[in-house]
């Protein structure tokens, strides 16, 4: 365990070496990315700003939300991001070889080595927004007085880690049997569209689909729901399905390492 731990600091200093040889790129793409963050609450600005409103939520709620959503999406993609292309690029090269060669787990290799400083943006921005919409909600006021609020917004925060995790290794598992999966990430973000807003506007069944089967609500709605201590105790099972999403996609990247045959899998 400290072999790899060695590794992996090593592998995100290296990275961070890498991306600071061109400063002035590395600091444009925080920038638009943190930019690009300022942009992210759009629709629930005009929502808000039309005189309409999501159910139970005021504004600097749904910011919060949404704040939560970035987060988990931003530590996914330091970690994640990169192993489907990755994945993708050796398969279709035929040099995955190369991989398999290293003296490491080959799932570890590719998340090591494909750590992604320019996603910070995503984190930094994620965190000011954050901050921003809790001074703005009543938690600043210490209204909410549940004891459990904060480890439960940890852990809810954490599963939807998980699910982010789980479902970008499943994708990349897919390369090696199907070369041509570039639009599966444009599928997966299309689901992900449902973790940016309260899931209590959608009907049951699709609120059902969300936090248990395709648990994409614990990305952002359920952490804050706990931090806003209006948690339904039951949600707390969907963790499960989100742990096994994760064990689902570590497992699955490592039986199809297993099936590759050479070039174009």
């Given at each position: ?12 200093k290296t990275a ?8 002035l790129?590395f600091?444009?793409?925080?920038l638009?990315t943190i930019g690009?963050n300022?942009?992210?609450p759009?629709?629930?600005?005009l929502i ?5 409103s999501?159910?139970?939520?005021n ?6 939300m ?6 988990s999406?931003g530590f ?6 990169n192993?489907l ?9 035929g ?17 090591a080595?494909?750590f ?13 927004l954050?901050v ?7 938690i600043a006021?210490?209204?909410?007085t549940s004891a459990?609020?904060i480890p439960?917004?940890?852990l809810?925060f ?8 789980g479902?970008n ?11 041509g999966n570039s639009?599966?990430p ?6 992900l569209?449902?973790g ?6 959608f009907?049951?069944?699709i ?7 395709i648990?994409?609500g614990m990305?952002g709605f ?5 931090l806003l201590?209006?948690l ?8 499960i399905?989100?742990m096994?999403f994760m064990?689902?996609g ?15 899998g």
């Open positions: 365990m400290k072999r790899y731990l060695t590794i992996y600091i090593e592998c995100i961070m070496a890498r991306a600071l040889t061109y400063r790129n600091v444009l793409s925080l638009i690009y300022a942009l992210f759009l629709v629930s600005i808000y700003r039309s005189g309409a999501f159910p139970g939520w504004f600097y709620e749904v910011l919060l949404q704040s939560i959503f970035i987060l999406q996914a993609s330091i970690m994640f991001n192993v292309w990755t994945t993708m690029y050796h398969i279709r090269e040099s995955f070889e190369i991989v398999l060669l290293k003296p490491l787990n080959p799932l570890f290799y590719l998340i080595s494909n992604d400083p320019e996603s910070v943006g995503l984190i930094i921005g994620g965190i000011v954050f921003f919409s809790l001074m703005q909600t009543e006021n210490f209204v909410c459990a609020a439960q917004f940890l809810l954490t599963a939807g880690f998980a699910v982010m995790a479902i290794l499943i994708m990349a598992a897919t390369s090696f049997k199907w070369v639009r599966i444009e599928i997966f973000d299309t689901v569209t449902f940016k807003y309260p899931i209590n506007i009907p049951a069944a609120k059902g689909i969300v936090t248990y089967i648990p994409v990305i359920y952490p804050a729901s706990a201590c209006r339904e105790p039951t949600v707390l099972f969907a963790v399905p989100c096994l064990f689902l570590i497992w699955l990247y490592q039986f199809m390492v297993r099936l590759y045959e050479g070039v174009g």
